[in-house]
T-cell receptor, first 113, second 115 residues
Framework: NAGVTQTPKFQVLKTGQSMTLQCAQDMNHEYMSWYRQDPGMGLRLIHYSVGAGITDQGEVPNGYNVSRSTTEDFPLRLLSAAPSQTSVYFC????????????FGPGTRLLVL | AQSVTQLDSHVSVSEGTPVLLRCNYSSSYSPSLFWYVQHPNKGLQLLLKYTSAATLVKGINGFEAEFKKSETSFHLTKPSAHMSDAAEYFCVVSDTPTGRRALTFGSGTRLQVQP
């Protein structure tokens, strides 16, 4: 099992550019989520999905889009990058939404200039 | 609404001495509580979780935490710190049912272990 994988590991964008952060899991987990981590703020939920075809907004969804066409993949799209989106992004998955252990990917470090 | 407060942003201990990382939570329902650890430039790993079974929860690497409902606390302890324990620790709360089905993270406590 590869667990939760994220690509790329590091990315530099210019303001206004778009990009997609990839997340995949091979554990057949229904629940997947995206968090951003900023210094002194812990992790904040961006979007989550409870199964293929079902997504919902988290705490800080503005500027991000998601889709879930398969159980395995949950990409995060930045439509028009802004410096405020400079952060470390983590994808997580689990069997059920909240009471089960979340398995985290290694993270994507994004710098927006 | 749920929230979690980690009372110390930094904790420094000497190797071989006890570790105490403090966490208070607020929840409208019976919460599930977790501690996660993040080593530098790594993802998060579960240390332990409480889901309404025994109030004293044992985790990996010698860590344990006690759920105290009367004090709304879930402090993380370890009898003897090791250099490899140096990392950032996150207390996490989840109460269901909620509309959002999500976890709420504390702001983190950075543990430094001095030789």
């Amino acid at each position: 099992n590869a667990g939760v994988t994220q690509t790329p590991k590091f990315q530099v964008l210019k303001t206004g550019q778009s990009m997609t952060l990839q997340c995949a899991q091979d554990m057949n987990h229904e629940y997947m989520s995206w968090y951003r981590q900023d210094p002194g703020m812990g992790l904040r939920l961006i979007h989550y999905s409870v199964g293929a075809g079902i997504t919902d907004q988290g705490e800080v969804p503005n500027g991000y889009n998601v889709s879930r066409s398969t159980t395995e993949d949950f990409p995060l799209r930045l439509l028009s990058a802004a410096p405020s989106q400079t952060s470390v992004y983590f994808c997580a998955s689990s069997y059920s939404p909240v009471q089960e252990t979340q398995y985290f990917g290694p993270g994507t470090r994004l710098l927006v200039l | 609404a749920q929230s979690v407060t980690q009372l110390d942003s930094h904790v420094s201990v000497s190797e071989g001495t006890p570790v105490l990382l403090r966490c208070n939570y607020s929840s409208s329902y019976s919460p599930s509580l977790f501690w996660y650890v993040q080593h530098p430039n790594k993802g998060l790993q579960l240390l332990l979780k409480y889901t309404s079974a025994a109030t004293l929860v044992k985790g990996i690497n010698g860590f344990e935490a006690e759920f105290k409902k009367s004090e709304t606390s879930f402090h993380l302890t370890k009898p003897s710190a090791h250099m490899s324990d140096a990392a950032e620790y996150f207390c996490v709360v989840s109460d269901t049912p909620t509309g959002r089905r999500a976890l709420t993270f504390g702001s983190g406590t950075r543990l430094q272990v001095q030789p």
